[in-house]
């Protein structure tokens, strides 16, 4: 394999490696086949893997989703794609009344191992209905894992982990980091679900971030190092299982905590992490807690208005510029 790999050729590999190691893998949704993807995250599947597994569907998230809750349900591991994660929407009965409940109503008799994936996020001016960042849909349904990847390594040992789980998976690829690059994982990667990453040490304050947010934050954590403040930086890499215990490992060493997120301020996960601090970490706090979050409102067309509702390494730095000073 190549030194290097982008993002969206690391969607393509991780789920090739796990359709080499298990025959039960298959893959559908809208144009992964010949087309390789809307984003060429699918790339290669249909020339290695055959029509018997890689399945072009209909316009109908409603079937793919369907399709892939009655495989799972009978012995495969379907890895489903929707195309925007704003389409969830479209499947949301089987999302949130179906797929997460099937193992629970029928006392572990049944289990539904499915994957579905989806371009998430904004930053690229695809307006309000092709740019939302819907993790925080998703984190309001028991029974759902949640994975939101912010590297080409960690993409495909997450992805191994979501194919290997026995419950649903809901797979986040963040449109914003496609074109991103990094080095490829060894043969047998595999990332477990619900343990973040510490991926800067710091002393003086902890950013927690997901997916794009975690590149910005890296960003705002060296500019706010020419500043003499040293940002820790926490990827939590997946939202269920949370990984608390690293959040709160890194309190301890900077007494002050920073959210930042692209879900809209109103029902983020960031609130969800504060809240969890807020009760286990009150002891570890020497200021207030702030969270940096999407503007709650629809996402604008414009670039210009764009930057304005969604975080940016600005508002990562003045927040933090506050906190130290506290």
């Not at 379907?78 to 195309?83: G, L, R, S, T, W």
């Not at 939302?132 to 191994?160: F, H, R, S, Y």
């Not at 998976?169 to 343990?195: C, I, M, Q, T």
Request: hydrophobic share 50%.
């Amino acid at each position: 394999m190549a030194d290097v790999i982008t993002y969206r050729e690391a969607v393509a590999e991780g789920i090739a490696r796990e359709m080499r190691r298990d025959a039960a893998v298959v893959c559908l949704g809208e144009d992964i086949g010949e087309a390789g993807g809307v984003f060429k995250t699918t790339v290669g599947l249909l020339k290695e893997f055959g029509p018997e597994r890689v399945w072009d569907t209909p316009i109908s998230e409603q079937a793919i989703v369907g399709a892939a809750m009655g495989a799972a349900m009978t012995g495969m591991r379907p890895v489903a794609e929707i195309m925007f994660s704003d389409f969830l929407a479209c499947c949301w009965d089987y999302l949130a009344n179906e797929i997460p409940k099937v193992r629970y109503m029928t006392g572990g008799q049944v289990t539904v191992p499915l994957v579905v994936r989806t371009a998430n996020g904004g930053g690229l001016g695809f307006g309000a209905q092709h740019s939302q960042a819907t993790e925080n849909w998703a984190l309001t349904v028991p029974g759902l894992k949640i994975a939101a990847p912010a590297t080409p390594a960690d993409v495909i040992g997450m992805m191994a982990a979501a194919i290997r789980s026995d419950d649903p998976v809901v797979f986040f690829e963040h449109k914003g980091l496609l074109a991103s690059k990094g080095a490829p994982p060894p043969a047998d990667h595999v990332v477990e679900l619900g343990r973040a990453a510490v991926v800067r040490e710091g002393a003086d304050v902890t950013l927690v971030a997901l997916a794009s947010m975690v590149p910005l934050a890296l960003e705002a954590a060296a500019r706010l190092a020419g500043e003499g403040v040293d940002a820790e930086v926490v990827d939590l890499r997946s939202l269920i299982p949370l990984d608390t215990a690293t959040v709160l490992a890194s309190l301890a060493k900077t007494s002050r905590l920073v959210t930042v997120e692209e879900n809209p301020y109103q029902g983020g996960w960031g609130a969800t992490v504060v809240s969890v601090v807020a009760d286990e970490g009150f002891d570890l706090l020497d200021a207030p807690v702030r969270r940096i979050a999407g503007e709650c409102v629809p996402l604008p067309f414009a670039d210009v208005l764009e930057e304005q509702v969604i975080p940016t390494t600005e508002k990562v730095v003045a927040a933090v510029r506050g906190l130290a000073a506290y």
